[in-house]
């Protein structure tokens, strides 16, 4: 795959760059191996510092920056500008709390083992590759950059292909905000290349945002230099609406949760699961909301539906939904691609999905919502779970028995309830199943890429 900037509403090639050759990619691994030697011997307070420089950079070209993200992957611009701010606040959240997340734990009772003192203390591991992806170009990458700077380690960008000026933004930023030169590189690289890197004895570990068979393939590479990893794949979170939920708010927000970002989130709800005794009222209320959304150029204030980010992932959501009208489901709004130019797939319901369809259990990235009814609650569940996925979940009831019937029952990383899914910088993310493995943000994200080192004296 060209690295290249296309922008999806138009088909049109904007600008292609040169992929980095061997020699580049030495370079860059050496500065940033450099880099970690001096970032760890840095204090947190000015880490802090540069990391709220950083912030601040980024909050003062928003402008610009959300145009970026408008322009490389469609997302409709208010929506870019919100995933920029938010990059921001992660920032400040980890320049604020990495220093009280890493501090040394000390045992009450050394004498329980035999020490006058014991404890473990946080290190910083080294240079960590991040393989990241388009939909969230920003927020993606920072939410794994932030703490990572902030607890000392370095950190190599290689992005997806269809972002480069992303990825380009993203690999002077923290430099200009302070941090030492190769602190947070950019490789511009295709995935065949990542291999080389990881496999590097100066890279430490990594972390990937992506499809299932990119995690597959990279978890492998790192487990054969025996080097942790963290995964985010993708998920087909399910969306649980019971009889006694706010019938109003749970559509509204099921729209706004299957369609935000273009509907090209891994956190999306997917699957609409509802209760029968409203199945048939949130059914009419849900299509006829998605059926009103404003598609069109995400640069336009009014649209609500921008372009999906790629041909591919475009023609890849059409087949899955071809394969479910072939097999007998109901499309009750959207599912055919428009003519025209840019790659626009319509906000699509469908019903009547039957096991054997590939909508039942594959992940559908883009504007397509699925629906099914349940009899019951361990009926709800049962279709809840029936994913390989396992990132998030969603749930709509005011009986408390429910609400813990479902916080027990859920394979996810994680249950909103009356709500849907956000990532807070405040709050552990990351799912389990083929939805991947460990976690991000929160003290959990700025931990998983440390050394506990346990410290013992006679
Ligand atoms: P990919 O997983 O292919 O891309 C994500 C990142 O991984 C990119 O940087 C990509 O590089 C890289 N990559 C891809 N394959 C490999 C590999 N074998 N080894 C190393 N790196 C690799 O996502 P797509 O863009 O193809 O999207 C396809 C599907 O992935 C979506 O339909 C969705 O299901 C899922 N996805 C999930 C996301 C999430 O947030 N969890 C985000 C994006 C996609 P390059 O661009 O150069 O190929």
């Not at 990619?25 to 011997?41: F, G």
């Not at 699957?271 to 598609?295: G, K, P, S, W």
């Not at 939805?435 to 013992?456: D, H, M, P, Q």
């Amino acid at each position: 795959m060209a690295i290249a900037t296309i922008n999806p509403t138009t088909g049109v090639t904007e600008q292609t760059f040169e992929p980095h050759d061997a020699a580049e990619i030495e370079r860059r691994i050496a500065l940033a191996d450099a880099a970690y030697r001096a970032l760890r011997l840095t204090s947190f307070t000015q880490r802090a510092e540069w990391m709220r420089a950083a912030a601040d950079l980024i909050e003062q070209e928003v402008d610009d920056v959300a145009r970026l993200l408008t322009l490389e992957m469609g997302k409709p611009l208010a929506q870019a500008k919100g995933e920029t701010l938010k990059c921001a606040k992660n920032m400040r959240f980890y320049a604020d709390n990495a220093e009280g997340f890493l501090a040394y734990e000390a045992l009450e009772n050394p004498a329980a083992v035999n020490a006058s003192r014991a404890g473990a203390r946080y290190e910083p591991l080294g240079v960590v590759l991040a393989v990241m992806p388009w939909n969230y170009p920003l927020w993606q990458v920072v939410r794994f950059a932030a703490p990572a700077l902030m607890a000392g380690n370095t950190g190599l960008l290689k992005h997806a292909s269809n972002v480069p000026q992303s990825a380009l933004y993203l690999g002077s930023l923290f430099e200009r905000a302070g941090f030492p030169d190769g602190s947070f590189a950019t490789l511009l690289i295709g995935s065949a290349e990542v291999e080389a890197v990881l496999d590097d004895w100066r890279v430490k570990a990594v972390t990937l945002t992506g499809s299932e068979p990119a995690g597959r393939s990279v978890a492998s590479i790192a487990g054969r230099n025996i080097k942790k990893a963290v995964l985010e794949l993708g998920g087909s979170d399910p969306f649980i609406v019971m009889p006694s939920a706010d019938l109003e708010k749970a559509v509204a927000t099921a729209v706004t949760a299957r369609t935000q970002n273009n509907g090209q989130s891994c956190i999306a709800a997917k699957r609409f699961i509802v209760h029968t005794e409203i199945y048939d009222a949130f059914t009419r209320l849900f299509t006829e909301q998605m059926a009103a959304l404003v598609i069109g150029d995400p640069f336009d204030a009014a649209t609500q539906v921008g372009p999906l980010a790629t041909k591919s992932g475009r023609d890849d959501l059409a087949e899955l939904v071809d394969d479910a009208r072939m097999n007998g489901a109901s499309i009750l709004t959207g599912g055919t691609t428009p003519d025209g130019a840019g790659w626009f797939y319509p906000p699509t319901v469908i019903a009547d999905l039957h096991d054997g369809m590939r909508l039942v259990l594959e992940e559908a990235f883009g504007p397509v919502a699925t629906l099914y009814r349940a009899d019951t609650r361990e009926e709800a569940a049962r279709i809840a779970n029936q994913t390989t996925f396992g990132l998030s979940s969603a749930l709509w009831t005011t009986d408390a028995d429910d609400e813990q019937f479902f916080v027990d029952e859920l394979d996810a990383g994680a249950v909103f309830i009356n709500g849907m899914t956000v990532s807070y910088p405040e709050l552990p993310f990351g799912g389990i199943k083929d939805s991947g493995y460990g976690r991000e943000l929160a003290a959990a994200g700025i931990r998983e890429f440390c050394n506990l080192k346990t410290v013992w004296k006679a």
